[in-house]
T-cell receptor, first 117, second 114 residues
Framework: AQKVTQAQTEISVVEKEDVTLDCVYE???????LFWYKQPPSGELVFLIR??????QNEISGRYSWNFQKSTSSFNFTITASQVVDSAVYFC??????????????FGTGTKLQVIP | DGGITQSPKYLFRKEGQNVTLSCEQN?????MYWYRQDPGQGLRLIYY???????QKGDIAEGYSVSREKKESFPLTVTSAQKNPTAFYLC?????????????FGDGTRLSIL
């Protein structure tokens, strides 16, 4: 069984502060993928990053960075110098091939980030 | 531009009525998915389809039906058997095969009961 836990339901930060969104996952698969998606108020989920289970290198993309640690089953997301446009709900997701042969994606419950000007 | 189009954006259902949510994609993706989003519960999979004329139940398929007659289209019908249909519905698509490609999402349809 797959499980993704985002313990932080809502976070509020003041603009320009750094913020880290936590994601902890559970899976029995040795090959899996982790994702982060952003859901702005418009509703659609926007893909941010994909990381496979064999690649533990951290990644930085502009103000965004991701810390993948298999030892603690965590895939945390940090926004540096937050901006009002970062206000959204962020979802962490885990994907692995199930016995039916399709990509089963399990989403966390999301973290709502509010950046206050 | 390529993408996924969901319509309508807002939908109201009367008691005993079936309603159909539209999802069209021009990304040439093989797989399509329907999710339901409720407050505080993340996304839950209703149905998915890997190829035309084939689809499988997800985790919460009861009260829903789908069809996949064309690669580009994956409509979802919310039947009268679904007693609690009020939710935000998201359609997604992706390429199939190994590599677990990221899913691309539409803007969603918000369904409410009249």
């Amino acid at each position: 069984a797959q499980k993704v836990t985002q313990a932080q339901t809502e976070i509020s930060v003041v603009e320009k502060e750094d913020v880290t969104l936590d994601c902890v996952y559970e899976t029995r698969d040795t090959t899996y993928y982790l994702f982060w998606y952003k859901q702005p108020p418009s509703g659609e989920l926007v893909f941010l990053i994909r990381r496979n289970s064999f690649d533990e290198q951290n990644e930085i993309s502009g103000r965004y960075s991701w810390n993948f640690q298999k030892s603690t089953s965590s895939f945390n997301f940090t926004i540096t110098a937050s901006q009002v446009v970062d206000s959204a709900v962020y979802f962490c997701a885990l994907s692995a091939w199930n016995s039916g042969g399709y990509q089963k994606v399990t989403f966390g419950t999301g973290t709502k980030l509010q950046v206050i000007p | 531009d390529g993408g996924i189009t969901q319509s309508p954006k807002y939908l109201f259902r009367k008691e005993g009525q079936n309603v159909t949510l539209s999802c069209e994609q021009n990304l040439n993706h093989d797989a399509m998915y329907w999710y339901r989003q409720d407050p505080g519960q993340g996304l839950r999979l209703i149905y998915y389809s890997q190829i035309v004329n084939d689809f499988q139940k997800g985790d919460i398929a009861e009260g829903y039906s789908v069809s996949r007659e064309k690669k580009e289209s994956f409509p979802l019908t919310v039947t009268s058997a679904q007693k609690n249909p009020t939710a935000f519905y998201l359609c997604a698509s992706s390429f199939e095969g190994e590599g677990n490609q990221p899913q691309h999402f539409g803007d969603g349809t918000r369904l409410s009961i009249l």
